[in-house]
């Protein structure tokens, strides 16, 4: 088995929401309360209606793009929202839609690499061919513009589920090149060090992880078993006792503050 599974599952679901944040617009978005909904509904196991509310996010989209059909956050949002209701192939083809509308867009191009992960990994089938589907929307992304660190961070998202870790490490390297902040990069390294066995490199990139967000949840149980592995024992119960109050917020504080992170 694969060890990347669990951290590069925990990293798609941040991918995700850190795209939706770049698509959310300066207006408030009124398909948003929906897909919340929609989500405490899945977690809650009432799926029915979970489905209703993305069906009614996914009408104001339709709406949307009736009105505009160019409009790249609809597009790319609504293909999100029928993932979320099984329907695959009209996802795909909405996302291509985007890209063809703005093919000199680098951002079109790095989401449409972020959403072809999710449908790969819910919709397993089929997973090879959405991996390499991704793998060249992300290359087109750095074509388009060398220096996009999410476009590197996706790329090595996609080698890790690949297996292809030393490509992974080394586009993480070149996503932290241009952006020594990106958190979010830091932490994909750590948790890719610490699956790969490399517990000391690990806990280095972490501490780097936890400066940008020092009460990142993923990043303090990450560096828990780090250090544990490392024996250091006491340490790893500090950060493992801080991760669980970190976590002390529950369902609502996963589910975004009302600008955009609600996937």
Known sequence: MDTTNGWMRAALILAIMAGLCILATAREDPADQWIKEGYKLKWSGSFEESNKSFEKALEIYNEDLMANPGDLNALENRSLVLLNLGRVEEAVSTLDKATENDSKNPLAWSNKGF???TMAERYPIDAANMYNKSLQAFERSLDLDPDNAEAWRGQALVYSYLGSHDKALTALDRAIELNPLYGQAWLDKGNLLLNTGRA???LQALNRALMTDPNNLEALSAKAEALSILG???ESAA????AMGTNSGGLES???NGNGDWL
């Open 115 to 117: 959403t072809l992960i």
């Open 200 to 202: 000391d490199e690990s």
């Open 232 to 234: 250091r024992y006491d």
């Open 239 to 242: 950060a493992f006792d801080r």
């Open 254 to 256: 996963s589910l975004g």
